[in-house]
């Protein structure tokens, strides 16, 4: 029996997925997208369980739609105190400009098992997952609990490791997505150490320098080849980064995408939880203005240059790995978003952020789904055409 799609699944009325983005979707934004035919998603990375299982039924409460709740794969973390003081320190003179000195947090990030089985207890339609990868075991646990298992790969031989635990789909993710990078295989490893990822604890060891820097591979290049390693298996490839509009829809569509996801698109939006510097920032940001950093979090993303970006740039290669800085910059980007100032918040962006349009979500779904049909129209014309 052939393998029912991605859309038919989930009863998408379009292929539309409004991407995770942890601190700034909210529960009115999921479920605008999912009410307006698309698929909502809250970013679930860090949000307590109890936090989780209040949006996940307040996005109930606003639509009968599927929609979606994100994780990040991850371990907690128990750096060395050098490590932490060396980070500490290189912080304070930025957290003084607002007369605060840098804290050390009581916990560095949210447990994830802890988070695991508050997903599982919510059981929306889709479980989706970055930065790591889940075993066998806990995508059959989703499975039992009727969730359509989509996890996050910024390379094919991620997206085949993701195939091999029974995943449903695949983001493929390209360099040009906004946020963090979703890279967990460092390259070629799973090949020369001839192990299978469910033998591995990619999340607890993570990946090199070096890994997230080859694993930078553009949308047009790495969803072609997620579809040739994953349709012969039964598994959607959903294409991100870069996706602004419904050409950009079609164009994924036409190298083999089931589905899009767009972040960037959605940020804008009004439901959306950006605070007004962060909204500002967007709105005069052009394509060049974006670039994949450490500094804020300590794993690799894409956001606006500013301030904090570029008085730490020579640091990149220092601070600590996610979620330390992550948390030791908290205090800060909460500072600065509430005297209204992007200096120092991290302002995640892809390379598309020109074309933001800020308006009312189910609106932007409405723009995207008529640019949508006109772009296959056009395609379609294109295609009987006598040279």
């Not at 292929?15 to 679930?44: E, K, N, R």
């Not at 304070?92 to 599982?120: H, I, K, M």
């Not at 490791?161 to 995943?167: I, K, P, R």
């Not at 790995?321 to 600065?336: E, F, I, K, M």
Request: glycine residues 10%; aromatic residues 4%.
């Amino acid at each position: 029996m052939p393998h029912p799609s991605l859309r038919t699944a989930l009863s998408l009325r379009l292929p539309i997925i409004q991407g995770p983005m942890t601190g700034s979707d909210t529960p009115a934004l999921a479920a605008a997208v999912s009410a307006a035919g698309g698929l909502g998603t809250l970013g679930c990375g860090m949000r307590s369980p109890a936090a989780m299982a209040e949006a996940a039924a307040e996005v109930r409460r606003r639509t009968d739609r599927p929609f979606g709740l994100n994780l990040f794969v991850q371990d907690t973390p128990a750096p060395d105190a050098a490590t932490v003081e060396q980070a500490v320190a290189r912080l304070a003179p930025l957290y003084a400009e607002f007369g605060l000195t840098p804290a050390v947090p009581a916990r560095w990030c949210e447990d994830f098992a802890a988070q695991f089985d508050a997903l599982v207890e919510a059981r929306p339609a889709v479980a989706s997952f970055t930065f790591g990868i889940l075993n066998a075991a806990q995508v059959e646990q989703l499975h039992s609990a009727d969730c359509t298992v989509i996890g996050t790969a910024t390379t094919v031989a991620e997206a085949v490791a993701w195939a091999d635990v029974g995943a449903d789909a695949v983001v493929a993710s390209g360099m040009e997505a906004g946020g963090h990078r979703g890279t967990f295989l460092a390259t070629g490893r799973l090949q020369a150490e001839g192990l299978a990822p469910a033998e591995k604890a990619p999340a607890a060891r993570g990946p090199s320098q070096a890994d997230f820097a080859a694993s930078m591979v553009g949308t047009m290049a790495l969803i072609p080849q997620c579809v040739d390693a994953l349709r012969p298996r039964g598994v959607a490839v959903i294409a991100a980064g870069g996706i602004m509009d419904g050409r950009g829809i079609a164009a994924a569509q036409a190298l083999g995408a089931e589905a899009v996801q767009m972040g960037t698109a959605f940020l804008a939006c009004d439901e959306s939880g950006i605070g007004p510097a962060y909204r500002d920032a967007l709105a005069h940001a052009t394509g060049t203005d974006t670039r994949t950093t450490r500094v804020f979090s300590g794993r690799p993303a894409r956001g606006i240059v500013n301030t904090m970006l570029q008085r730490l740039h020579a640091h990149e290669a220092d601070v600590p790995a996610y979620p330390v800085q992550n948390a030791l910059t908290g205090a800060l980007r909460r500072a600065s978003a509430e005297a209204g100032r992007a200096d120092y918040l991290s302002l995640w962006a892809g390379q598309g952020v020109a074309a933001v349009r800020p308006m009312p979500a189910a609106a932007l779904v409405a723009v995207l789904e008529a640019e949508w049909r006109a772009a296959q129209a056009a395609v379609g014309a294109l295609g009987v055409e006598q040279p």
